[in-house]
């Protein structure tokens, strides 16, 4: 929604503000203005000049020099120019030396403008410029008369042909004017309109309105001769009224009116185009027109359409309609979609004489409905889909008329068609002085809120205490919104501040925040930065991740009105996002990236949902450069020691990740769950996601790392007695896993065993080809004795013993 | 609030308003009161929410929101 400051002064003539002052005013009683472009921002110094004389250019074919009259007693500048269509006793808009335009014929259009300075063309000299409607920053789209290449030939048009040399080209143009663009809720559908605007503005600033006065039309005839009109639907169509007009005769409208047409957008194009667009504008009311000669039986029925009933709109589309969607007929057939598009068949060209004007109001949630349905989105339909007050309408048809008669573009037929079943009546709320303050929080008087309610054109009766509202304010409906009303004028930055009060409660983090915080120190402590992908995925992140075709993190929830395809679905995995995010690093040369992000993932448990998914709080970590598959895994065992998952954990490599290294992937199993997995993403994975060097991801369920956490802590007896260590160091195939050799040194050694400890590993050209060598510190104590060398050595033996049958040997 | 770019004169940031919003807050309406349950005649309601995107781009003067999920090493180690 625009508005002009033009226009709106037409209806509060008191108005005086700066576009500033206009905009935080208005935007703090609740009608935002998202912005304002002053039209003359860039335009200084122009006035009416006229071309006394034209000679050529000595030095050059396609430039004139003119002698232009720039005042009333005769005075001249010279200007060259190289413009084709100026001539002697031209009046054209000149900008004079050290003035500004807007933009200018060799660079377009810029934010400051230009400064026109004097100057020599070829020699010859020019103080100043002769200017076209574009250098004066709007376009013939919006003044229909100025040349579409050349110079804006002011006396052209009778409406400027008396304009006085040396006046104000700009003020005579109507460029001193401000738009205002808004932003308007969909609940206040009468500042869809000028009155609408206006009517706030009085309110805002306490000034009077004065609105246009609508007076009685037409002719004697009576237009029950001319058309009938029937609504077989009328729920889908609370009124619906119609006038005639006769004698037509399309002229171009009147200046101002195409300049409040063009100062809100609207191109201007005849007078009955012209006039159908103001009321609209002015009334946010929609108006059609129909050639009545090209109605059948001169008759308008308002009827549901068939279905799949063919129909081709006058923007020359052939649509489809279907059984639910309201269509206006003539005798025979369709000649308009009700609110959204008039017909090609009916539509007005220029040899119309005789038209019937259309202002009715529809269901709007019917409107909105069709409209989605044919792909269509008419400014008409914005307006009647957000439910237009049927009382309005019959004042824009009257002002239509009005307007008609006014511009002398056709005779207005006596009368009007006006099907109206069930009258829209205005509400009463009873108010409550009391009540208002106390749900504000202010101490505002009667009359104070009386005065906001007048202003607003609601009717007060302080005896009974009710207020009487207009139809057109469809949004007020109980006590709490006259407190809203009373509120915006009061000023919301009026009302005092206060702090709640009430019995405080004791504060704290919940034992899972609790936990996630631990978590978090412990990773960064490694270096990882926390990072935040979207819990919005794209399905196609499956693929990438290689997952087979039943895996159950395919199932995932469709979002039913998605941002877009890259959005549409709620992620099962946030390892896509770590990748994307590791990509984005690699991408841009950061090297020894470390990231992790806590985030939910959603697991359906049926699709579709028959109940809410399970949010998991998943700790996500990944990683390249510096560091290998072993630093994760320290990571991934530090967060568990920490944690208080004290027990050793066991790595099983079957993990099935199918993003993972095959052979490079185990999953942690802490007392027969499943606390992470951890690997190395697989090369496939790193192609589809380009990263160019290795990386490793690991993942904590942190509901199950939480339920095993366990901050207990029991003394144990510091040792008396001094331990024995032996260092072994074992050579074996390169598959067999590290924690196999800890299981059997631990199960052999008994309860001798304090600790074993991997502290070298080695594959290499000292090997024979696929045998790995590991040497192990073991460290055996008695609680209750000195242990002896036999004791250990017999220990010893068992656990070689017991490696060998598993062909796992000492190092030779 | 003032615009933190230009302090209240209008900027691109703003898009020339001098403003920004910092968040949505108002009464609640009886409606909602009714449907939950809650007598509105005896009781009012406030409610309003912050953006938490939005208060770390005012804070930290961060011009772009998509650097925030990014994940750029660069950027978040700034934190």
Aim: with cysteine; hydrophobic share 40%; charged share 25%.
């Amino acid at each position: 929604m625009n508005s002009s400051m033009s226009w709106t002064k037409a209806y509060v003539p008191d108005l005086d503000c700066t576009a500033q002052e206009y905009m935080d005013a208005m935007t703090l009683s609740g009608t935002k203005v998202e912005g304002y472009t002053e039209l003359d921002k860039n335009l200084d110094k122009i006035i009416v000049g006229k071309i006394n004389k034209i000679e050529k250019h000595p030095d050059a074919d396609k430039l004139v020099i003119c002698q232009v009259q720039i005042d009333e007693a005769g005075s001249e500048v010279q200007i060259v120019t190289g413009a084709a269509n100026v001539k002697e006793g031209d009046k054209v808009p000149v900008v004079l030396d050290g003035g500004h335009v807007a933009s200018s014929h060799k660079d377009g259009e810029s934010e400051n403008g230009f400064k026109i300075k004097k100057g020599k063309l070829r020699g010859v000299d020019s103080f100043g410029m002769m200017c076209s409607i574009e250098e004066l920053g709007s376009n013939c789209d919006m003044y229909p008369d100025a040349a579409e290449d050349g110079i804006y030939i002011l006396s052209d048009n009778p409406e400027y042909a008396d304009a006085p040399v040396g006046s104000d080209a700009v003020e005579l143009l109507g460029l001193h004017d401000v738009v205002f663009e808004y932003e308007v809720t969909s609940n206040r559908v009468d500042c869809f309109g000028q009155i609408g605007i206006a009517r706030e503005v009085a309110a805002t600033f306490r000034k009077d309105l004065v609105l246009p006065e609508v007076t009685v039309t037409g002719n004697g005839e009576d237009i029950n001769d001319y058309v009938s009109v029937e609504v077989q639907a009328p729920e889908l169509c609370s009124r619906y009224t119609a006038r005639v007009v006769k004698n037509i005769k399309i002229a171009p409208s009147p200046e101002w009116m195409q300049r409040r047409l063009a100062s809100v957008g609207i191109r201007p194009i005849n007078n009955i185009v012209d006039i159908t667009n103001y009321v609209m504008e002015e009334y946010a009311q929609p108006m059609h027109a129909y050639d009545l000669d090209k109605l059948a039986d001169h008759k308008i029925i308002v009827r549901k359409a068939k279905k799949d009933e063919p129909f081709m709109t006058l923007d020359g589309q052939e649509r489809v309609l279907d059984d639910t969607m309201l269509v206006i007929c003539d005798g025979e057939k369709p000649v308009g979609v009700a609110g959204i598009m008039g017909g090609e068949n009916s539509k007005i060209t220029d040899d119309v004489t005789t038209m019937l004007f259309e202002a009715a109001t529809f269901d709007g949630t019917n409107i909105r409905k069709s409209g989605k349905k044919l792909g269509m989105r008419t400014d008409a339909q914005a307006k009647f889909e957000k439910g237009l007050d049927p009382n309005n309408a019959i004042d824009a048809m009257n002002r239509a008329c009005q307007l008609i008669e006014e511009l002398g573009a056709g005779e207005v037929v006596g009368g009007v068609v006006d099907v109206y079943p069930v009258k829209k009546e205005p509400i009463t709320i009873t108010y409550n002085v009391d009540k208002i303050n106390a749900l504000l929080g202010t101490d505002i008087d009667e009359d104070t809120m009386v005065a906001y309610f007048e202003k607003l054109e609601l009717t007060v009766d302080r005896e009974k205490k009710e207020v009487l509202v207009p139809t057109w304010r469809q949004d007020l409906e109980r006590l709490a919104d006259l407190a809203e009303e009373v509120a915006r004028f009061f000023g919301y930055d009026n009302i005092p501040m206060t702090l709640p009060s009430g019995s405080a409660t004791a504060g704290g983090l919940s034992e899972k925040m609790q936990h996630e915080n631990m978590a978090r120190d412990i990773v960064e402590a490694y270096g990882f930065m926390e990072g935040m992908t979207f819990s919005f995925e794209s399905p196609k992140v499956y693929d990438k991740l290689l997952l087979p075709a039943d895996d159950v993190l395919r199932k995932s929830i469709a979002i039913m009105n998605p941002l877009g395809e890259d959005y549409s679905v709620m992620r099962t995995s946030a390892v896509g996002g770590m990748l994307t995010s590791l990509a984005t690093n690699y991408n841009r040369r950061n090297q020894n990236v470390r990231l992790y992000e806590l985030a939910n993932v959603y697991l359906p448990k049926a699709l579709p949902l028959t109940e809410l998914p399970q949010e998991q709080m998943q700790l996500t970590l990944g990683m390249y450069g510096e560091g290998d598959f072993f630093t994760m895994k320290g990571v991934v065992e530090s967060l568990m020691q920490r944690m208080g998952l004290k027990k050793a954990a066991q790595y099983d490599p079957k993990a099935g990740k199918s993003f993972l290294h095959p052979g490079r992937q185990a999953k942690v199993i802490y007392e027969g769950c499943e606390v992470a997995y951890l690997g190395e993403v697989h090369p496939e994975v790193l192609d589809n996601f380009s990263i160019g060097q290795k990386a490793y991801i690991a993942v904590v369920n942190m509901k199950q790392l939480s339920e095993l956490a366990n901050f207990d802590v029991k003394y144990v007896g510091i040792p008396k007695f001094p331990a024995m260590t032996r260092d072994i160091s074992l050579t074996m195939k390169k598959e067999v896993l590290a924690g196999d050799i800890e299981e059997t040194i631990r199960t052999k050694g008994g309860k001798l065993i304090e600790s074993v400890t991997l502290f070298d590993i080695y594959e290499g050209a000292q090997l024979t080809q696929g045998y790995k060598s590991m040497a192990y510190k073991i460290v055996f104590r008695a609680p209750n004795r000195t242990l002896k060398d036999e004791e250990v050595g017999k220990a010893m033996d068992k656990i070689i013993r017991a490696l060998e049958e598993k062909d796992i040997v000492l190092r030779s | 609030m003032y615009c933190f770019k230009c302090g209240g004169k209008g900027c691109r940031f703003c898009k020339g308003e001098g403003w920004v919003e910092i968040l949505g807050c108002g009464m609640v309406h009886p409606h909602v009161l009714e449907m939950s349950g809650i007598d509105p005649e005896e009781y009012t309601g406030f409610a309003f929410g912050v953006g938490l995107e939005r208060i770390a781009l005012f804070k930290y003067e961060i011009d772009d929101m998509r650097l925030l999920y990014e994940n750029d090493t660069r950027f978040l180690k700034q934190f």
